[in-house]
């Protein structure tokens, strides 16, 4: 009864809610289907899966799935938010890709290396949107979306899927608006 009490006061006090949540885990399971269930309920428009194993992508039935691995891209339609799952595909190899693809237009000509930027760059990266926290167990700092991260929150913790709870949750939003963004200033 008083967890709940708690739930329905943390809630009062969310006004600030992230647009995309980035998550670094091995597994999948039920927890995750609630974490993903609560982003839909305060309106998260996008969650990014990272994982250095293959996530069972049958756990994420009626969202909006991009399967990410080794570049290769498989989308399926379904409801908000998008869960963007990258499997083994780390943010090094991102970027290496990425540079490839442009040195490869450069060569053909494609595109001349002055009009390389930011917003070029950007376009050939898998995951377009910069998260705006990283949630990760432990206290290693993640190698995913190392471009699309540079300015987001982290939030480290112990994480169970398994048993992560409502008031987790809601904790993270919390913590995530006591922030101030700063974007590396």
Request: net charge neutral.
């Amino acid at each position: 009864m008083l967890l709940r009490i708690y739930e329905k006061m943390l809630e009062r006090e969310i006004k600030k809610i992230p647009r995309h949540i980035v998550v670094i885990c091995n597994q999948l399971g039920e927890g995750f289907l609630k974490f993903a269930a609560w982003c839909r309920k305060f309106g998260v428009e996008e969650i990014t899966v990272c994982s250095h194993n293959r996530i069972n992508e049958d756990l994420l039935k009626g969202f909006k799935v991009r399967m990410i691995q080794n570049e290769h891209v498989e989308e399926k339609e379904g409801e908000m938010p998008t869960i963007n799952v990258l499997a083994g595909y780390t943010g090094h190899e991102e970027i290496l890709n990425t540079v490839r693809k442009l040195a490869e237009m450069v060569r053909r000509g494609e595109l001349r290396p002055e009009e390389v930027d930011e917003k070029v760059f950007e376009k050939f990266l898998t995951v377009k949107t910069s998260p705006d926290i990283i949630i990760k167990a432990g206290n290693e700092v993640p190698e995913f979306l190392i471009w699309q991260g540079i300015y987001s929150e982290l939030y480290f913790a112990d994480i169970d899927w398994e048993n992560f709870r409502y008031v987790d949750f809601l904790r993270i939003l919390r913590e995530y608006q006591r922030r101030e963004r700063r974007y590396g200033r």
